[in-house]
């Protein structure tokens, strides 16, 4: 119960502290929903040219869309401090954190929220909205919603730990291995169907994106089952997560402080 309430005050002091830039944050919230604005243009150039793609009808792939830019929200906004493991190891800071007693892979994760995750998710409600309205699911599809959303944020940000864990042993400015991580993730974007064998077994089974987005998508268009769009989520957000905290504690024993 205490460290719990110790995370909720760390998340809610580290939300404070970034809201307080007022320009910074009506900035990021623009420059994020700007950056949704110029997916769905391209989306609007694919279907002004074809009807369908890959089987998967234009409202369809925008409730790709929407789905994608929710998870993405909602990990920017919650679990986001990933982000900034290199810099805490370069200048030091991770040594700071780890003399408190708690989770160290939650302290990390909770210290960084960002603001512009909040014009994500708003772009990507906006277009499941949409999407909703012209599919017309089952109204009981609804309350599932939140199992989604949240299970893709875990999943997302799990992959991020996961790779993130090589940090350790290849910190420098020039890592790029978060951002290769975020690039994959974009593909929730399209149907699954358009992408190649490997590409998909690796974002559906190795990096399981489209466990939270294509499954329930599927389901939604009337083509998958509900015990699968129900259960896959949330199970492979537990493997996920299990996954990202092994190889965290295991990267994190080898640790040597900065300057190692």
């Known amino acids: 119960m205490h460290a719990l309430r110790f995370y909720v005050t760390l998340y809610r002091t580290a939300l404070k502290s970034v809201a307080e830039y007022r320009v910074d944050f009506a900035v990021g919230i623009v420059t994020a929903i700007s950056m949704q604005l110029a997916a769905l243009a391209f989306y609007w150039v694919i ?3 074809t009807p369908a793609l890959g089987g998967w009808s234009p409202g369809q792939v925008l409730l790709l869309f929407g789905f994608t830019a929710m998870v993405l929200g909602l990990s920017e906004a919650t679990l986001n401090g ?3 493991l290199p810099y805490y190891i370069l200048d030091g800071q991770l040594d700071r954190l780890l ?3 708690v989770d160290s892979l939650a302290f990390v994760l909770l210290s960084r929220p960002e603001l ?3 014009g994500n998710f708003a772009a990507g409600a906006l277009s499941v909205a949409v999407a909703w309205h012209l599919l017309s699911p089952p109204w009981y599809a609804l309350l599932f919603l939140p199992l989604w959303i949240g299970a893709g944020a875990v999943i997302y940000t799990g992959v991020l730990v996961l790779v993130g864990a090589l940090t350790f042993r290849i910190v420098g400015p020039w890592v790029t ?3 290769t ?3 994959l993730f974009n593909t929730s974007r399209y149907p699954i169907s358009i992408y190649p064998r490997w590409l998909r077994v690796l974002v559906l089974y190795l990096l399981p994106f489209g466990a939270a987005i294509f499954v329930p998508a599927d389901y939604l268009r009337g083509h998958g089952s509900l015990w699968q769009a129900v259960l896959v989520p949330p199970l492979a957000a537990l493997a996920v997560a299990f996954a990202a905290k092994t190889a965290w504690d295991a990267a994190l ?3 040597q402080s900065t300057g190692s």
């Open 99 to 101: 003399t408190f007693p």
């Open 82 to 84: 990933i982000w900034w």
């Open 116 to 118: 512009h995750s909040f």
């Open 253 to 255: 024993r080898g640790y």
């Open 181 to 183: 991580v975020h690039q």
């Open 177 to 179: 291995h978060l951002f």
């Open 47 to 49: 279907f002004a040219r």
